[in-house]
């Protein structure tokens, strides 16, 4: 029999709470239909000049309920009373969002996980939604996921890696400048993300979309890798890689990178790789990597096939997949995973983005593709125009997609969407969202 996403969504909630909170302590609860907290992305103009940044969001989905709740709440903590609301918001439809004016602040991130490991389950960031008639009768919160993998693995570790729903950000070392000349924090056409690659994992993130450029004018080689957003160099490399470990160390979580586009510095004129600065490169996520890595040749896997259990890298401790773009370099390097599949509309079209999407999902994998796995990049491309112009920033693009990003991996999506990649991947509930489809996935087998 069919499981609806609310069971599902229901199920696993209750379950991870009970993992990590006494029995009668839930994260998330409804009895039809679904809340959720997410952040939009957009800085909002106040009067008077200022900006309020990271507004919280409340979304809600009643569609499948006979009724809809007259309201909708922000708490900051379990919803009990309507007493304790920092504000309400009546519900006019069945589906839809508000956006509050209170900010979620610095976001700091709960149960000792802020820098280094914490305890493990979910846990409740301070943000919660409740929403009811006299009494409230659906509640959820922003979570962190930073052990979501484990905490579901008597059921998604029979899953296959094609088989995962995984979630994933797009440029996803483009979330704050660090460089000699620039510390910014937010700007229109190059940072992708808000957190750094540590919250993203603890967040829940599984795949990064990695764009690696060379440097040669650094006197350390270590120095001279960075991740860029295409020419833009952005942050350095290394202490990302370090970042990465850290988690892995500590955690039995199955992590998805993904050297996807090398912008600067790895090719000559004429397009041929430059061998040693591929080589550094390689040498340095081996050293930094190397005991975590899960070598392709010892997990072999055939074109078009969905590639081993998430069970098989854990058994062998080897918990760090590698994709790399270059198919020249990946034939030396056998440890090296072949190049993954971006499903990529280069629109800055919404519309033109999901139709794209909704048939490329659906026709993958292809027969052909050397990777189980395939990345559906949910976001929409500035033009050159866009750019020149500054018409509009990637947080309003963001803000113009994520939220039916959501809705998409819930319905139209939810059988086949591997890794969906996002920016600014808390305007949107892809992580939860992935969880349950994994699970609800695994309970097909």
Request: hydrophobic share 40%.
């Amino acid at each position: 029999m069919a499981v609806s996403w609310y069971a599902v969504a229901f199920l696993a909630a209750s379950a991870l709470g009970a993992s990590i909170a006494p029995s009668n302590y839930v994260l998330e609860k409804s009895a039809c239909g679904r809340v959720w907290v997410t952040v939009y992305s957009p800085a909002i103009r106040l009067t008077g000049g200022k900006n309020l940044l990271d507004a919280i969001e409340l979304n809600w989905d009643f569609s499948t309920c006979s009724d809809t709740p007259m309201q909708i709440g922000l708490f900051n903590d379990r919803p009990m009373s309507w007493k304790n609301a920092l504000a309400t918001f009546p519900l006019n439809s069945a589906v839809g969002f508000v956006i509050t004016n209170i900010s979620l602040g610095e976001g700091s991130l709960p149960a000792g996980w802020e820098s280094s490991p914490g305890v493990k389950g979910p846990h409740c960031l301070w943000p919660w939604v409740g929403a009811g008639n006299s009494f409230i009768q659906s509640f959820n919160c922003l979570k962190i996921q930073p052990t979501w993998m484990e905490d579901n693995a008597d059921k998604i570790n029979k899953l296959r890696i094609g088989e995962l729903a995984i979630p994933g950000t797009h440029n996803a070392g483009a979330w704050k400048f660090d460089t000699e000349i620039s510390t910014v924090e937010r700007d229109s056409f190059v940072l992708c993300q808000d957190r750094s690659i540590w919250a993203q994992l603890v967040h829940g993130i599984r795949y990064f979309d990695f764009r690696i450029a060379y440097y040669d004018f650094y006197e350390r080689e270590e120095d001279r890798y960075w991740l860029n957003h295409n020419l833009i160099r952005v942050r350095p490399l290394l202490p990302l890689l370090k970042e990465i470990k850290a988690f892995l160390d500590s955690t039995k979580e199955v992590i998805f990178l993904d050297a996807h586009h090398f912008p600067v510095g790895f090719y000559h004129q004429n397009g041929a790789p430059i061998q040693q600065v591929h080589r550094g490169l390689l040498n340095i996520v081996q050293r930094e990597l190397g005991p975590h890595i899960a070598p392709a040749s010892q997990f072999a896997t055939g074109p078009g096939t969905r590639g081993p259990t998430l069970q098989a890298f854990v058994d062998a401790g080897r918990r760090l997949l590698f994709s790399y773009v270059d198919n020249s370099i990946v034939a030396g390097n056998r440890w090296l995973w072949p190049i993954l599949p971006h499903l990529w509309a280069n629109t800055n079209r919404p519309s033109e983005l999901f139709h794209f999407l909704d048939n490329m999902i659906d026709r993958s994998p292809l027969p052909s593709a050397r990777s189980p796995l395939f990345s559906a990049m949910a976001q929409t491309t500035p033009t050159v125009l866009d750019i020149l112009l500054v018409r509009g920033s990637l947080r309003e693009n963001a803000d113009a997609v994520n939220r039916n990003v959501t809705a998409r991996l819930k319905t139209r999506w939810r059988n086949n969407a591997n890794i969906v990649s996002t920016d600014f991947f808390l305007g949107n509930d892809v992580t939860d969202v992935s969880i349950a489809l994994s699970v609800e996935r695994s309970s097909r087998l």
